[in-house]
């Protein structure tokens, strides 16, 4: 079949005709601008293609829709594939699987511990691309196809190194990504670059729920719930802005406090609540925080907290005396409270961790993704789904002052000040650690 033909075959009714790849499955209706990308020819693409914006909005489903039904109608640039994203196994969710269950077992092999993927006979390189050491996997190799996934976690490094291996007469990128600031990299110099767009290096375009005609009303209104401030913009809205100032204080409210009496009756007795977890963020010469939390389903209720900030004290603990603190705060016998079902501690704590091992107690490391652990923080404040007692004092001073560091912001990375988060990253990882984003937006 000729290049010509290949431009101009349908894809019925916004739908791909998944015959020639002899589906399991019926694909269902794309939106008009995954339509129109899907449909247009590889070689009438720019260089690098980047389809960004809302969370949902059929972006990943396009590039790969779009990869697979070229290649079953013969397309194919030379070199060797790209695939990339967070990690393999980021690759593995939010790509592979739904790529394998499509084209069938016959036309793919896939190595997951080398990266090594064979598709309709073809060679591609899977690759996580998330720190600056990435680039090194696929130094010296010629691409002639690369699919990013979330190509704004992708360092500066490795993008620019990706690019430059697309060195064939024919070689395309077909890249997707929720927006970040509007100060980085892939939006300051590719989506925003007029010398770039004019010469045909780089084409983009913005997605929202609504250019998915698969998402449903409800189910639109779910996602929504599920994002506040800056997230929503950028998940929601799919708009780059910069993240800056107060992180929690806009959605921190009277309503998100309670006392001794507006507790809720019987919380602290095992039929009052699912869960009782305590998170801790140990510190040494920083703070030690940890928290007493209980779960009723629906709201997690921050009932007391530990603090020993060594500076202000001028004295310095050790992990046994933590640990025994620990103990005396949070485990005492023949108390109304129920022992914790899990005791959540910083990952990196591995002595602390160590200490309360050699007491009996078992502990559970915590997911340490700041940006999700930050967004589902703040979601469920706004949603009152974090109630804090008035006692915890050192957690609601943490939350109203915890900031973006303005400084990283400037050069388009994004993490909040290292001060005065102690009390705030234990509440973190509580929530990236035990609970579903999908119950935060039920």
């Excluded at 949902?56 to 396009?62: H, Q």
């Excluded at 609504?210 to 809205?237: C, H, M």
């Excluded at 920083?286 to 009723?296: T, W």
């Excluded at 060594?310 to 409270?337: H, L, M, P, W």
Aim: net charge negative.
């Amino acid at each position: 079949m000729t290049r010509d033909k290949l431009a101009i075959l349908p894809l019925r009714h916004h739908r791909v005709d998944v015959d020639e790849l002899q589906a399991p499955r019926t694909i269902k209706p794309f939106g008009p601008k995954a339509t129109r990308f899907i449909r247009r020819h590889p070689s009438r693409d720019a260089l690098v293609n980047i389809l960004n914006g809302a969370v949902r909005s059929s972006k990943t489903w396009a590039v790969i829709v779009k990869l697979l039904t070229w290649m079953a109608y013969g397309w194919w640039p030379g070199g060797i594939g790209l695939i990339t994203g967070a990690s393999k196994t980021t690759i593995r969710t939010n790509m592979l699987n739904f790529m394998f269950e499509w084209i069938g077992d016959d036309l793919y092999s896939y190595n997951s511990q080398s990266g090594q993927l064979l598709l309709f006979g073809h060679p591609f390189l899977v690759c996580g691309a998330s720190d600056e050491r990435s680039y090194k996997f696929i130094k010296g190799s010629t691409v002639g196809v690369w699919l990013g996934d979330e190509v704004t976690e992708t360092p500066e490094s490795f993008f620019n190194m990706a690019v430059s291996r697309l060195s064939l007469p024919d070689s395309v990128a077909w890249l997707t990504t929720n927006p970040a600031s509007p100060l980085h990299y892939l939006k300051d110099e590719w989506i925003d670059d007029e010398d770039k767009i004019a010469k045909g290096d780089v084409w983009s375009e913005t997605y929202t729920l609504d250019d998915n005609p698969n998402i449903d009303e409800d189910k639109k209104e779910q996602l929504k719930r599920s994002f506040t401030g800056v997230f929503w913009q950028r998940n929601i809205a799919g708009l780059w802005v910069v993240a800056e100032g107060a992180i929690y204080r806009d959605v921190m409210s009277p309503a998100n406090l309670y006392n001794d009496t507006t507790r809720p009756i019987g919380l602290h007795s095992p039929g009052g609540h699912v869960a009782r977890y305590v998170p801790i963020d140990v510190g040494t010469v920083n703070a030690m925080a940890m928290l007493d939390v209980y779960d009723d389903g629906e709201v997690l209720w921050v009932d007391d907290e530990y603090y020993w900030d060594s500076q202000v004290e001028n004295r310095q603990k050790t992990n046994g005396e933590y640990a025994d603190d620990f103990q005396a705060k949070f485990c005492i016998e023949g108390q109304e409270r129920t022992w914790p079902t899990s005791v959540i501690v910083d990952p990196s704590a591995a002595s602390f961790k160590v200490e309360l091992l050699a007491r009996g107690i078992a502990t559970q490391d915590a997911v340490n993704d700041v940006l999700e652990g930050i967004r589902r923080v703040s979601a469920m404040l706004a949603r009152r789904l974090i109630r804090i007692h008035e006692r915890c004092k050192n957690l609601r001073r943490e939350l109203e002052i915890y900031a973006w560091d303005e400084a990283k912001t400037k050069i388009g990375v994004e993490l909040p000040v290292k001060s005065n988060d102690h009390a705030c990253d234990a509440l973190r990882y509580l929530i990236a650690t035990r609970v579903n984003v999908w119950r935060i937006a039920a």
